[in-house]
T-cell receptor, first 118, second 112 residues
Framework: EAEVAQSPRYKITEKSQAVAFWCDPISGHATLYWYRQILGQGPELLVQFQDESVVDDSQLPKDRFSAERLKGVDSTLKIQPAELGDSAMYLC????????????????FGPGTRLTVL | DAKTTQPPSMDCAEGRAANLPCNHSTISGNEYVYWYRQIHSQGPQYIIHGLKNNETNEMASLIITEDRKSSTLILPHATLRDTAVYYCIVGLLGGGADGLTFGKGTHLIIQP
């Protein structure tokens, strides 16, 4: 069964350093999402791509976070500089998106990257 | 903000049916009800979704009330591996729609 791939699985960094996370969605999925999940809470959407275009980044802290999906396939989420409050699980998800009928589309998540900022 | 209300935690005996309630009184006519679960330290796992008819798959059944203001996820024979946080989400996927807004979910604990 196809899966969403993420790397690294764990990342420990010091504050003010730069970190980057990578996501490879399920083949054929046009929509890619990045979520952040703080311990004890549900995932919160950071950014959503449709192919290579950003369709929603309203919750992305743009002063330090950036995301790209240059060829409309895999994606990178970057934080520079990292702060203590960025410690969380970063989840990537994908779905078929715009060309799929609503009653058949679902969103599939990767295993996540656990970030610890010291 | 999440459009659903779920109890923060529930217990269920192993082998029994687990019934997880969800209220979504402000659901729009074209919005679906999605259920996901998240086992500790893993990514959320899709379970089932529906619009207005009851749905069943190999994992669970989804019962949606006629007025669509609430639903129940049923795990017919719960096992210890079903211990997880279960999220009920109202939203749209496909057709260029937005992503899903998660709440805090229900922590389901299956007791041996």
């Amino acid at each position: 069964e196809a899966e969403v791939a993420q790397s690294p699985r764990y990342k420990i960094t010091e504050k003010s350093q730069a970190v980057a996370f990578w996501c490879d969605p399920i083949s054929g999925h046009a929509t890619l999402y990045w979520y952040r999940q703080i311990l004890g809470q549900g995932p919160e959407l950071l950014v959503q791509f449709q192919d290579e275009s950003v369709v929603d980044d309203s919750q992305l802290p743009k002063d330090r976070f950036s995301a790209e999906r240059l060829k409309g396939v895999d994606s990178t989420l970057k934080i520079q500089p990292a702060e203590l409050g960025d410690s969380a699980m970063y989840l990537c998800a994908s779905s078929f998106g715009w060309w799929r009928e609503r009653d058949t589309d679902t969103q599939y998540f990767g295993p996540g990257t656990r970030l610890t900022v010291l | 903000d999440a459009k659903t209300t779920q109890p923060p935690s529930m217990d269920c005996a192993e082998g029994r049916a687990a019934n997880l309630p969800c209220n979504h009184s402000t659901i729009s006519g074209n919005e679906y009800v999605y259920w996901y679960r998240q086992i500790h330290s893993q990514g959320p796992q899709y379970i089932i979704h529906g619009l207005k008819n009851n749905e069943t798959n190999e994992m669970a059944s989804l019962i949606i009330t006629e007025d669509r203001k609430s639903s129940t996820l049923i795990l017919p024979h719960a096992t210890l591996r079903d211990t997880a946080v279960y999220y009920c989400i109202v939203g749209l996927l496909g057709g260029g729609a937005d992503g899903l807004t998660f709440g805090k979910g229900t922590h389901l604990i299956i007791q041996p």
